[in-house]
């Protein structure tokens, strides 16, 4: 059955940045606008038919977009062992259905801060893989021109505020954001990702406390891991119910199934309605399972072996999906096929990009 | 030419750019109906309302975070933190995130956001209320500092500083906001990283921030008296510092004495002596003289503050020491 999970329905120009050093940013408007101070286009039909109803073809595009993210984090591993890869990494592993369940959701115009797990939001919004692999390469084609790398993606013009290395860090200006949008009477939402562990800190607790007394447009989205890094549930967090922490400044709360993509999509669709209608800012708590190490190259040894296995047997996203739509195995596997290419296709175009000057460590620390 | 105290200039400079542009708006503590803690604000709640004055609960972070989230977004907030003391809670926003945030995107984002803060010693306020931090700022790439003496320069610098793209580290001196001169009748914007000149001098170039700039002017009519020719400097912008006019002076008059309100140790002071003796060694006749608080924690008590705390004396002394020694 030839669905959108075999490529025809699945379009992504390969773009390279190389010229957009500098980056786009609309300028600053003084006195009044026209409304909005980026410009962004609303596909306003495409957009309620897809809500309205959930086609298989949909689903199906949401497993090959998670299909994707696996593929392309399990290269990073790869060629992180291979030593091709300068710094860290931190792969989503297991956590795809929360960045295709909830980026698919997200309007033209939103924004989103994401976390040192980023790649699979990054992908999942639409950069280009070719962008993503060769930020961590290092190049000036990656998404932030080889001076972000792996916790540092943005990708301004698809609403990618830029992933964070600091637990929490990125929360306060999603709450800045909406405010905005708040003022400016746009129709758009700030999302925030972030951890289990990242409730703990103060910006968490700061952001939806202020966001939701200024009643903004702001989308809060917990990847429930249970792990921060190395530490688990019980000894970081003294409850066990994580909207708990929202509801206590008196924010309206979701919490779904982080494997099941369909139904983040869903959720994260009605949290983002809530928003935008002008209720105010929503919590959505998706429970989640990291199935790997907090980075790559982490032996977990803090981590029960058979808890680990029995978590990679039953917990998969993509198995999930594969199961409930009944996927075959050829045609598992022809995307598979597609997707590795892709995925090798963006090795090649990192390992044959431009090396920044050594002098253009000095650009961009100014406007 | 209106008078305007430098409270008020500041007053002017924040409600000329939210009259015009209705991208700027204001958050802080105690903000709105108080009009600030320093009653910088007063009024404006009324002229603006309470969408573009808003008071904020006790979350720096947040409040900082939130500036910069709507910067990135094309606004221009300018945030209040009520004390410089207090610029600590919100350190990660500032130095992690705001200053690093167009680096790190590789020039993909522009942070315009101007935080304004004041600080300043001399009525007891304790160790946790009078602190000058402007030298921690300096030391982080992506941010700008500017510190404005006078109600002129205060309101030309903010004008400069909201309209600036990066983010700006705003600071205002506690006691010179009562202080009062002449401005002109249109707002001129003054550009950041330009130094001006108080007082053209021959002997000595006395380089000095905030308060000081007050306190080292009396230096100079005393040493004046004393045969000794000052000239004062103020940098107004501490980054970029306009190492230009600075170097330029100190080659002029061969002496240089450095002095700001805070701690002496690791101050910005350090950073004026260490360009100015890279730059123009073969110029000095003396060592660059360095005055700052002495380094403790400041005290309660008056008699203790006082002794903490650096005072025209001390700029004397300084200016004395300098020229005293032989070329």
Redesign the interface.
């Known amino acids: 059955m030839q669905g959108a999970l075999v490529s025809g329905g699945y379009g992504r120009d390969c773009e390279t940045r190389a010229d957009a050093?500098?980056?786009?940013?609309?300028?600053?408007?003084?006195?009044?606008?026209a409304g909005g101070?980026?410009a962004f286009t609303l596909s306003l039909v495409a957009k309620v038919e897809r809500k309205r109803t959930l086609s298989e073809d949909r689903l199906r595009t949401f497993l090959r977009e998670m299909l994707l993210i696996r593929r392309f984090e399990e290269k990073v591993e790869e060629r992180f062992r291979a030593g091709e890869l300068p710094g860290f990494l931190h792969v989503a592993i297991g956590q795809e259905a929360v960045a295709v369940g909830v980026c698919q959701a997200l309007d033209d115009g939103d924004?989103f801060a994401s976390t040192h797990r980023a790649h699979g939001h990054t992908l999942a919004r639409g950069t280009h893989p070719n962008a993503v692999m060769a930020e961590l390469y290092g190049k000036l084609e990656?998404?932030?021109?080889?001076?972000?790398g792996s916790m540092?993606l943005?990708?301004?013009e698809r609403g990618n505020?830029?992933a964070?290395?600091?637990v929490g860090?990125?929360?306060?200006?999603?709450?800045?954001?909406?405010?905005?949008?708040k003022?400016?009477g746009e129709p758009r939402v700030?999302l925030a990702f972030f951890g289990d562990g990242a409730t703990n800190i103060?910006?968490f607790h700061?952001?939806l406390?202020?966001a939701q007394?200024?009643n903004v447009p702001a989308v809060f989205v917990c990847e429930n891991n249970h792990w921060a890094e190395s530490t688990p549930a019980h000894q970081q967090l003294p409850i066990e119910d994580l909207t708990k922490r929202a509801v206590a400044y008196g924010m309206h709360t979701i919490t779904v199934d982080g494997q099941d993509v369909e139904a983040v999509y869903r959720a994260a669709g009605r949290a983002l309605k809530h928003a935008r209608d002008g209720k105010g800012p929503v919590f959505l708590l998706a429970n989640t399972y990291r199935l790997v190490g907090h980075y790559v190259g982490d032996p977990q040894v803090y981590r029960d072996k058979e808890e680990l296995r029995e978590t990679r047997e039953t917990q998969d996203p993509i198995e999930k999906l594969r199961e409930k739509l009944g996927v075959s195995d050829d045609e598992f596997e022809q995307a598979d096929r597609e997707v590795n290419e892709l995925v090798e296709a963006a090795v090649e175009f990192a390992k044959n990009g431009t090396d920044p000057k050594p002098e253009d460590a000095l650009?961009?620390?100014?406007? | 030419m209106p008078e305007l105290s430098y409270r008020e200039a500041v007053r002017d400079a924040l409600s000329q750019a939210m009259r015009e542009d209705e991208d700027v708006f204001i958050m802080g503590e105690d903000i709105a109906e108080m009009g600030g803690s320093m009653g910088v604000t007063a009024g404006m709640l009324d002229e603006f309302g309470p969408d573009r004055v808003r008071n904020t609960p006790i979350s720096e972070m947040a409040i900082v975070g939130a500036g910069i989230g709507a910067a990135m977004q094309g606004m221009r907030p300018v945030v209040e933190v009520m004390y410089e003391d207090f610029t600590t809670l919100a350190m990660e926003q500032i130095v992690n995130q705001a200053a690093k945030h167009r680096s790190m995107s590789g020039g993909q984002v522009k942070v315009p956001l101007t935080i304004r803060t004041q600080g300043g010693a001399g009525w007891s306020p304790g160790a946790q209320h009078a602190q000058q931090v402007e030298a921690w700022f300096v030391h982080v790439p992506g941010l700008k500092v500017v510190f404005a003496s006078t109600p002129t320069d205060v309101r030309g610098l903010l004008w400069s500083a909201i309209y600036d793209d990066n983010p700006v580290m705003f600071f205002e001196h506690r006691t010179l906001y009562g202080i009062k001169e002449d401005v002109p009748d249109e707002l001129e914007p003054i550009p950041i990283g330009q130094a001006r000149v108080h007082r053209e001098g021959e002997d000595v170039t006395v380089v000095a921030t905030g308060r000081l700039v007050h306190e080292a002017l009396t230096a100079a009519g005393e040493a004046e008296s004393e045969g000794v020719s000052v000239e004062v400097l103020d940098p107004r912008t501490l980054q970029p510092l306009d190492e230009k006019s600075l170097v330029a002076s100190v080659k002029k008059t061969n002496r240089c004495v450095v002095a700001h309100e805070a701690v002496r140790r690791m101050g910005f002071g350090a950073e004026v002596a260490a360009v100015v003796q890279e730059k123009a060694f073969d110029w000095l006749d003396a060592p660059v003289e360095r005055v700052g608080a002495k380094f403790a924690p400041l005290p309660f008590a008056p008699v203790m503050e006082e002794y903490v705390v650096p005072h025209a004396g001390d700029v004397l002394e300084a200016i004395r020491r300098t020229v005293g020694r032989a070329a």
């Open positions: 050093i500098g980056g786009s940013f609309a300028a600053p408007r003084r006195g009044r606008g101070g980026v924004v990656g998404c932030s021109h080889g001076y972000g540092h943005y990708d301004v505020l830029g964070n290395a600091v860090g990125g929360l306060p200006a999603i709450t800045g954001a909406a405010l905005a949008f003022l400016r700030a103060g910006t700061e952001s406390n202020l007394l200024w650009k961009n620390v100014y406007a």
